[in-house]
């Protein structure tokens, strides 16, 4: 089966090539060739490398052509953000595909009524990217469930894997907050650490989507969030950090004005969007069509990328001590 990867380099294709090809899959990865995968493995020499910048071939309107032309079985499609741009690939690929995969987020969301939140469950995005990414989810819906377009769709929730930057407990990527928690210094929290977060190591995204090629018949028109088993809170997540430290969390909690001051424009942005959508999902649909398990609970999957970090990455120095 031959499978066309479009963004195949990235956080997700690093560990969803490796896992296609090991299981025998014939994977074509398309790219600009601007980035390695960030990690190494042996799986990426039986790998076809196709260099296209899908930017510059949609505006010359050829992207779908020359994905068509690789004449794949499957096409997964890692990133796109507008419905055009989705639009200009299935309209080259009806008829020609058995299966196509776009990668969404749970974002497309918005708020939660309820959690944790089904696929079932209304959608209420908001900001560009969130809105644009349903919009693209209800064209391929709509396509899929009228028999024209074999379409699946999932939706990860934070990324993480090792060598990779991860929302922290502070809901940003300020390398300070873990510091703060590995010295027990204080460390302020908007509200009282109740908002949640919710993550999924790349490993288990590369899981999910292949669980949807091999359960094609659940898989096809519908949707599927990724993310690990449970959703963590701010303060739990915080706890578990400087306990993994040695330290007992030196939390203070403060209202939203006051948390702001001091904080660069960027960790306030990130922190509010991910507070104010405060995601908690169900896997239950994926673990019943697609046999969904993931390997990492979601501080799992942290602790893997923190131990990284404090290796290698820009928290060197930091003495992880306990385990997860
Ligand atoms: N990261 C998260 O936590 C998160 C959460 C929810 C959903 N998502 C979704 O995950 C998807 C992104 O996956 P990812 O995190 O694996 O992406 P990523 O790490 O940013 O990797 C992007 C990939 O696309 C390639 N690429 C970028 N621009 C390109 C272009 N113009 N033409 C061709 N290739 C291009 C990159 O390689 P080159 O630079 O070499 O071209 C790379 O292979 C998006 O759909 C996003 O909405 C991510």
Redesign the pocket.
Known sequence: MKTVI?????????YLVPRLVEAGIEVI???????A?YHAHGAWQWVERVE??????EEEGSFGTQIARLEPDVVI?????AKDSTAQLVEALEGRVQQFI??????TYGYSEAVPTTEADGKRPWGD?GVQ?KEIEDYLMDKARRGNFPAAVF??????GPG?GF?NPAANRDPEVIRKLASGAELDLPHFGLATLHHIH?ADVAQLCHGMMTHWGQAVGESFNAVSERAITLRGYADAVARWFGKEANLKFVDWQQWQEGKSAEDIRLTDDHISHSPSHSIEKAKRLLEYRPRYTSLEAIYEALDWDTKYGELQGLELGGTC
């Open positions: 479009i963004g195949a380099t990235g956080h997700i294709g690093t990865a398309v790219s600009r060739g601007h980035r995968p296209i910048d899908r930017e510059a071939a499609d890692l990133i796109s953000y776009h990668c969404g987020t749970i974002w990217y990414k939706h990860p929730g934070h990324i993480v990779w929302i790349a």
